[in-house]
Nanobody, 116 residues
Framework: VQLQASGGGLVQPGGSLRLSCAAS????????MGWYRQAPGNARELVAQ???????NYADSVKGRFTISRDGAKNTVNLQMNSLKPDDTATYYC???????????WGKGTQVTVSS
């Protein structure tokens, strides 16, 4: 399984970005795809995740600002980020976790920088 993320960049506070991640390989049903982020000196933290059934959950810090969605047919997950803040600056990683095996795969990170 491989994950390819795209869409990071530099944006001013209050701006928006959309991250996308495409999974390829043997993608079995019963999985969850998600986005994590890691800022320098901090641990990696969950931003949002969504199951293959469409159930989503978010970190409290992004609720109301970020929206996660997925296209099951294309095995892609998107993260629409609005009202971005400097605290959102981090490297963002997508992952896919298979419920049956418990195995998690990670993509390479994409940098998001929120700065004026």
């Amino acid at each position: 399984v491989q994950l390819q993320a795209s869409g990071g960049g530099l944006v001013q506070p209050g701006g928006s970005l959309r991250l996308s991640c495409a999974a390829s390989g043997s993608i079995f049903s019963g999985n969850a795809m998600g986005w994590y982020r890691q800022a320098p000196g901090n641990a990696r933290e969950l931003v949002a995740q969504i199951t293959s059934g469409g159930s989503a959950n978010y970190a409290d810090s992004v609720k109301g600002r970020f929206t996660i969605s997925r296209d099951g047919a294309k095995n892609t997950v998107n993260l629409q980020m609005n009202s971005l803040k400097p605290d959102d600056t981090a490297t963002y990683y997508c992952n896919i976790r298979f419920a049956f095996s418990g195995i998690t795969y990670w993509g390479k990170g994409t940098q998001v920088t929120v700065s004026s």
